[in-house]
């Protein structure tokens, strides 16, 4: 099946540091990615949808200037934590659709990374 | 709008018990449904997923059935094992073009030998 990976797994930052999340689909071309929020025993919420080639779209509630989302290219996408604090402590997943077969009914199948934990001190 | 709701966890099973976690829906038109698990300490990972009414989806012993009349999508496996422990998200799509997954808030099974 289709693989999402996410850099770095894991890290650790001091309070006022910027951290980019990178997040890549290793065997498919996704047109649109989505970062999501998870909590400690809670469910996923989304933060943004990342279209590649334009800008991306937020959440209400979610800062713009605080997670910048990048969608360079149609298997990267870059989620940057501008200035994290420790409430900005997460895990941060991605996820990136696969269209599936050209031609062929709508296949909404999403792919997700491992997830980001990110640590602010 | 469109949601997700699941039966509250924890669910503790012994292992080779029967397993069901409600899944209901709230939705316009025809969504997808799925189900995700994540083991601890890991990410999400695609479990079943059906596209229309009364599609079944399954894997590994676990299969739900899209059930329209009933908005359900309930997760069910005849016998659970210990490896089986983790959380399930049940989730909807709307089928259009760039929509993220509408997540339940989980349901944390724990099973013991």
């Known amino acids: 099946g289709a693989v999402v990976s996410q850099h770095p797994s894991w890290v650790i930052c001091k309070s006022g540091t910027s951290v980019k999340i990178e997040c890549r689909s290793l065997d498919f071309q996704a047109t649109t990615m989505f970062w999501y929020r998870q909590f400690p025993k809670q469910s996923l919420m989304l933060m943004a949808t990342s279209n590649e080639g334009s800008k991306a779209t937020y959440e209400q509630g979610v800062e713009k200037d605080k997670f910048l989302i990048n969608h360079a290219s149609l298997t990267l996408s870059t989620l940057t934590v501008t200035s994290a604090h420790p409430e900005d402590s997460s895990f941060y997943i991605c996820s990136a659709r696969d269209p599936g077969l050209a031609g062929g009914d709508f296949k909404d199948t999403q792919y997700f990374g491992p997830g980001t934990r990110l640590t602010v001190l | 709008g469109n949601s997700v709701t699941q039966m509250e966890g924890p669910v503790t099973l012994s292992e080779e018990a029967f397993l069901t976690i409600n899944c209901t829906y709230t939705a316009t038109g025809y969504p997808s449904l799925f189900w995700y698990v994540q083991y601890p300490g890991e990410g999400l990972q695609l479990l079943l997923k059906a596209t229309k009414a009364d599609d079944k989806g399954s894997n590994k012993g676990f299969e739900a059935t899209y059930r329209k009349e009933t908005t359900s999508f309930h997760l069910e496996k005849g016998s659970v094992q210990v490896s089986d422990s983790a959380v399930y998200f049940c989730?909807?799509?709307?089928?259009?073009?760039?929509?993220?997954?509408?997540f339940g808030k989980g349901t944390t099974l724990s099973v013991s030998s």
């Open positions: 989730a909807l799509s709307a089928n259009q073009a760039g929509t993220a997954l509408i």
